[in-house]
């Protein structure tokens, strides 16, 4: 690995492009080594692990009007959509829009956290979309895919995008661009170009998941997507974009995140090196904030030894700084205490969480969340007992620079109305690599089943998981096989809707 030092220089520096980050990413992803069997294995999980997830939110409102939109953008021998099957293409671009929000949507894929947050499976819909588009096989997208993975879990362990309140499309844009760049065997100059423009398109804040959590969440890979698809044409035909995107004098760093007087350390591998950061990260046995997947499995466990619920006085969570105020009470969110908040707010909400899986004893990404389920009383009493703390501890577990030590989870301490005190804590989920029962390729293939039971005939199951196993090996106009085709009438929209600007009058 080579460690890559990150900080503003002035204009007058003229600082050397081969001394940039953004060309140290590009160089990383037009040079990087073979994909290793087990790495490979890996993204056959996570093609698999998005399906799942795809499918089963198929037909909910976010997902319906990005399809809608993107069914208004046809394109003979474009992309496929989850659902509709190779009959149907779009252009590429809209094609990642539909189904990277569709993965998204239930907040029930992967995962990797350190200094910032991370969905890096947001990734693989527009590699899929491109990769179909230009005729690639499995081979090229396995590569994009695991390079995809590579820059963005490196960027996410050195460059805090949350303690300045940015979003972190700001980390998945340049990952998803040098993917691609990698997938289609770009030079170093046109990959280096595009992820300045991502770059510098992709910084939001983080407002949109704060508060009254909407549906924008689920729309936010898609963007990124377009924008890294967008990005690589432009760099192709020769186009610059802005640079240095990181050390400039009015760059991101400069202006979006610390200052001029910040700096970073971004480590990246050397050529010929073997992306190998996908193994690193981990998905999710629960629909809700990767930080309360170990919390929901010590619930369930810690349920019984509670006993009656109605007894509880208080229940103390006691947990990394993150959790604390992302999906805690120190937040300061009134909302994620509200039984009326959005299915988006509530799955970032550990008070609620905590309670659902306490009575429930289990967690279901539909019946978890419905209304007559938060509106509960017994829920909603027990809900507003519920309160974080963050510690040292926990926090410093978070960060833990060796993942085998790293922790996400935090102790309960329950207190009962005659004084008796439960506890018990979990460090990582039950599913986590680290965890009790870590997920391997039959987990994600359970997954699967589980999710598209009623969507899917087995044959079609099988079938599905049997391509995605075989990805490395699918030929150019094979990787239809890995966006599953729903029956007739079981995917709506099917067809614009004329809702909008893009699909008016083509209804």
Not at 416 to 426: M, P, Q
Not at 434 to 444: E, H, I, L, Q, T
């Amino acid at each position: 690995m080579i460690k890559h030092h990150v900080k503003v220089h002035p204009s007058a520096a003229n600082l050397p492009r081969e001394q940039q980050l953004a060309w140290a990413i590009a160089r990383f992803a037009a040079k990087a080594g073979p994909v290793e069997p087990d790495v490979a294995e890996m993204i056959a999980c996570r093609i698999v692990d998005n399906a799942a997830v795809a499918l089963a939110a198929i037909n909910r409102k976010p997902v319906a009007a990005a399809r809608a939109m993107a069914l208004a953008h046809p394109r003979k021998g474009g992309a496929s959509l989850y659902g509709l099957g190779p009959a149907t293409r779009v252009d590429a671009e809209w094609a990642a829009w539909a189904n990277a929000t569709a993965v998204r949507e239930l907040d029930f894929h992967d995962t990797f956290l350190a200094a910032d947050y991370a969905h890096p499976g947001d990734a693989i819909s527009p590699l899929v979309a491109v990769a179909q588009q230009l005729g690639l096989d499995g081979a090229a997208l396995v590569r994009g895919i695991a390079v995809a993975y590579e820059v963005h879990v490196a960027l996410v362990k050195a460059i805090s995008l949350h303690k300045y309140k940015k979003d972190h499309i700001a980390h998945l844009a340049p990952g998803t661009t040098a993917g691609i760049g990698a997938m289609l065997g770009l030079p170093v100059e046109v990959i280096f170009q595009a992820i300045n423009q991502t770059v510098h398109l992709a910084f939001s804040t983080r407002q949109s998941r704060k508060g009254e959590i909407s549906s924008w969440k689920a729309y936010v890979p898609g963007h990124s997507g377009k924008l890294a698809i967008e990005a690589v044409d432009r760099a192709m035909r020769g186009e610059a974009s802005p640079s240095p995107i990181y050390e400039g004098e009015d760059s991101v760093i400069a202006w979006m995140l610390g200052g001029p007087k910040d700096e970073y350390d971004v480590w990246l591998p050397a050529d010929g090196d073997s992306p190998r950061a996908i193994m690193e990260t981990y998905t999710k046995a629960h629909s809700a904030e990767y930080q309360a997947q170990a919390l929901i499995d010590l619930a369930i466990d810690l349920a019984p030894k509670i006993g009656d619920l109605g007894r509880v006085k208080d229940i103390l969570l006691e947990t990394s700084h993150h959790t604390h105020y992302v999906i805690g009470t120190g937040a300061n969110d009134p909302q994620k205490l509200d039984p009326g908040a959005t299915r988006e707010t509530l799955d970032h909400s550990i008070m609620y969480i905590l309670a659902v899986a306490l009575e429930d004893r289990t967690w279901h990404h539909v019946d978890s969340y419905t209304s007559a389920r938060a509106h509960r009383p017994s829920t909603v009493a027990l809900w507003h007992k519920i309160r974080t703390v963050e510690t040292p501890e926990w926090t410093q577990r978070y960060h833990e620079p060796d993942p085998g030590k790293r922790a996400f989870g935090g102790r309960l301490v329950v207190t009962l109305d005659d004084g008796t005190v439960v506890t018990g804590e979990r460090a990582v989920a039950d599913a986590h690599p680290n965890g009790a029962r870590p997920w391997r390729w039959p987990d994600y293939v359970g997954k699967f089943a589980t999710l598209t039971r009623e969507l899917l005939a087995d044959a079609e199951r099988e079938a599905f998981c049997a391509a995605a196993l075989a990805v490395p090996t699918l030929r150019a106009g094979e990787l239809d096989r890995l966006l599953p085709a729903l029956g007739a009438g079981d995917v709506v929209p099917s067809a614009p809707t004329g809702e909008g600007i893009f699909d008016r009058g083509l209804e």
